[in-house]
């Protein structure tokens, strides 16, 4: 149990279009899902949390406006890069944790690879 | 957040075990210890968690120091499989951080056949 799947694997997309990314939880309720960037040879870095329900709190540094998440629901979670550019290109990856504090560990997608042309 | 400190990259050989050590000398009470590791193009997966005890499970062992500064990933028998990037995170399930995990550099482990 507790897989968490992404849609789309890869997506290419020219500059100054939106891309949306869903992350779902397939047989678990998600209370938290937290959505990841990263950039080739280096770590992942932690863009937002997302409880279901509520507005989504970013890390600071990543633009609430160009990267729109929902959460309508325990087991969905979207991602939307609005105007996309170059430089969002990136290997974004999310996660869902069983519970809203507790010591279970989050259960990573596959990840999506964006590429904006 | 308490941060870890982990070595570059190791090497092994197939069929021997490996330990991937991890420092984390500011780490609080409420801080677990969480080991998650990533293949090349997929998304991280998790490996083993504990807070003070050491904890044996199908993947791996984990040993925690005394003190709690300090922390050994112990793979028991590598296979090719295993090579991956390993990720010692520091997770704390105090306050309105939603347990949310902070990646480091982690360790590049490379198995030899």
């Known amino acids: 149990g507790a897989v968490v799947s992404q849609h789309p694997s890869r997506v290419i997309c020219k500059s100054g279009t939106s891309v949306k990314i869903e992350c779902r939880s397939l047989d678990f309720q998600a209370t938290t899902m937290f959505w990841y960037r990263q950039f080739p040879k280096q770590s992942l870095m932690l863009m937002a949390t997302?409880?279901?329900?509520?507005?989504?709190?970013?890390e600071q540094g990543v633009e609430k406006d160009k990267f729109l998440i929902n959460h309508a629901s325990l087991t969905l979670s979207t991602l939307t890069v609005t105007s996309a550019h170059p430089e969002d290109s990136s290997f974004y990856i999310c996660?869902?944790?069983?519970?809203?504090?507790?010591?279970?560990?989050?259960?990573f997608g596959p990840g999506t690879r964006l590429t904006v042309t | 957040d308490a941060k870890t400190t982990q070595p570059n990259s190791m090497e092994s050989n197939e069929e021997e075990p490996v330990h991937l050590p991890c420092n984390h000398s500011?780490?609080?009470?409420?801080?677990?210890i969480h080991w998650y590791r990533q293949l090349p193009s997929q998304g991280p997966e998790y490996v083993i968690h504990?807070?003070?005890s050491n904890v044996n499970n199908r993947m791996a062992s984990l040993a925690i120091a005394e003190d709690r500064k300090s922390s050994t990933l112990i793979l028991h028998r590598a296979t090719l499989r295993d090579a991956a990037v390993y990720y010692c995170?520091?997770?704390?399930?105090?306050?309105?951080?939603?347990?949310?995990?902070?990646f480091g550099q982690g360790t590049i482990l490379t198995v030899h056949p």
């Open positions: 504990g807070l003070t």
């Open positions: 995170i520091l997770r704390d399930v105090g306050g309105t951080s939603y347990g949310k995990l902070t």
């Open positions: 500011t780490i609080s009470g409420t801080d677990y």
């Open positions: 996660s869902a944790s069983k519970r809203l504090v507790e010591t279970y560990e989050q259960y």
């Open positions: 997302s409880n279901e329900g509520s507005k989504a709190t970013y």
